[in-house]
């Protein structure tokens, strides 16, 4: 059974740096490129990170680039997403996808909440 967990939401202070999880299971994740995106109230879902099934090339946002970093444990089976210097626009669902040719992935979801 295809699993990913997302964790590390909450409520933050703007500038602050949370570090979010997300674990796979019932896939051979190291073959798989990871993402996140995010979906704001009223807005369409984008995609705010990805990086190779290698972790050895990732892309960003243009509006999170130099704030936001992607990365992966190939052993834990584990995809993170380094997030500094939150803003109150940063404020969404943040949700991790697996992708590898047209098998696609979703994780639920975990909410973070950029406010003072």
């Known amino acids: 059974q295809v699993q990913l967990v997302e964790s590390g939401g909450g409520l933050v202070q703007p500038g602050g740096s949370p570090r979010l999880s997300c674990a796979a299971s019932?896939?051979?994740?190291?073959?798989?490129?990871m993402s996140w995106y995010r979906q704001a109230p009223g807005k369409e879902r984008e995609l705010v990170a990805k990086i190779t099934s290698t972790g050895t090339s990732t892309n960003y946002a243009d509006s999170v680039k130099g704030r936001f970093t992607i990365s992966r444990d190939n052993v834990k089976n584990t995809v993170y997403l380094q997030m500094n210097s939150l803003k109150p626009e940063d404020t969404a669902v943040y949700s991790c996808n697996a992708m590898l040719s047209s098998l696609n992935y979703w994780g639920q979801g975990t909410q973070v909440t950029v406010s003072s």
């Open positions: 019932g896939f051979t994740f190291s073959l798989y490129a």
